[in-house]
Nanobody, 125 residues
Framework: QVQLVESGGGLVQPGGSLRLSCADS????????MGWFRQAPGKEREFVAT?????????YADSVKGRFTISRDNAAKNTVLLQMNSRTPEDTAVYYC?????????????????WGQGTQVTVSS
């Protein structure tokens, strides 16, 4: 069974940086697409970024393009990273890691098969 374990959330000041990490602790086949979503209080869960297995194909939400970077480290237990720079208060949310049983990337919540427990990220001075 796939289990996604997230880490790296916390409090950061506006303009600061933070890196989230998500490890698939049980799956040994690293060829599937993974992604990040976020959910702010009172809002729907929204797409942030996605990557194929190698990291050669990525896609970002317009709201984070140029500020966030998704990358893969398949040597480290199928890990996906999200480097977040130039943070704004609007980036405050619970961030979720997700994985698919497909090779292709995707941007919709219903296209993902497995989810992490979420990690809180707060941007505030």
């Amino acid at each position: 069974q796939v289990q996604l374990v997230e880490s790296g959330g916390g409090l950061v000041q506006p303009g600061g940086s933070l890196r989230l990490s998500c490890a698939d602790s049980r799956r040994t086949f690293s060829a599937y697409a993974m992604g990040w979503f976020r959910q702010a209080p009172g809002k729907e869960r929204e797409f942030v970024a996605t990557s194929n297995w190698s990291g050669a194909t990525t896609y970002y939400a317009d709201s984070v393009k140029g500020r966030f970077t998704i990358s893969r480290d398949n040597a480290a237990k199928n890990t996906v990273l999200l480097q977040m720079n130039s943070r704004t208060p609007e980036d405050t949310a619970v961030y979720y890691c997700a994985a698919r049983d497909r090779f292709s990337i995707a941007t919709l919540v219903q296209e993902y098969d497995y989810w992490g427990q979420g990690t809180q990220v707060t941007v505030s001075s």
